[in-house]
């Protein structure tokens, strides 16, 4: 039998990359535009020793701020591809980049669907899992809303809550672990993993 493939799920936004702040909006919000995209200074080596550890990277992101009408579908794909490029020149390539763009109340029919991709739902990760034969037991989701744990926990993955700068997305879940931060989260995961 083949080994068994381990992989570390990724929120994106407020893991990977703060959200940004709309002053219009008094809102924090996913980064809009590659404008107002940074990267977590840090990140990029934690996830090079984790893949050196032999994880699989796989980031799964709820991105409903098209079919919210914030931005546009092009915007969603400049934000996303300059965040692979960013991190690509880090030195750091996920094994699969997977979001979800639907909201169950958009005004854009196509995207307004109940779907089982956005989290809490499991879907992306399911469907991680069937792409890459990933081990779902012994994998983990670092996340810093509840809606990231309770998709992990649907999945069976261990879960982990980073501290978050939003008010009002978290505290309801019952998170396996708790992390300031990624950097965090990366020693509990590789320390986990030799004992
Ligand atoms: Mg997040
Ligand atoms: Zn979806």
Redesign the pocket.
């Known amino acids: 039998m083949d080994e068994l493939r381990r992989a570390v799920f990724l929120?994106?936004?407020?893991?990977l990359n703060p959200?940004a702040y709309y002053a219009e909006r008094d809102e924090l919000d996913?980064p809009l535009a590659t404008e107002d995209l940074r990267v977590y200074e840090g990140v990029a080596p934690c996830l090079k020793r984790l893949r050196d550890a032999g994880y699989l990277l796989v980031v799964v992101?709820?991105q409903p701020a098209y079919a919210k009408q914030k931005t546009t579908a092009d915007d969603l794909t400049a934000v996303r591809e300059a965040f692979l490029a960013r991190f690509r020149e880090l030195g750091v390539e996920f094994d699969l980049y997977l979001s979800c763009r639907h909201h169950p109340q958009s005004a854009i029919p196509e995207l307004r669907q109940s779907c089982d991709c956005r989290k809490p739902m499991p879907g992306m990760l399911l469907r991680a899992a069937r792409e890459l034969a990933i081990d779902l037991r012994s994998s983990w989701i670092v996340?810093?809303?509840d809606?990231?744990i309770w998709a992990g926990e649907k999945a069976g993955c261990t879960t982990v809550l980073v501290r978050?700068l939003?008010q009002g997305?978290n505290g309801h879940s019952n998170p396996d672990y708790r992390c300031g931060d990624l950097a965090e989260a990366c020693e509990l995961i590789l320390g986990a993993r030799s004992r």
């Open positions: 929120d994106r936004d407020g893991v959200q996913s992101t709820n996340g810093d809303r809606t990231d978050s939003e997305h």
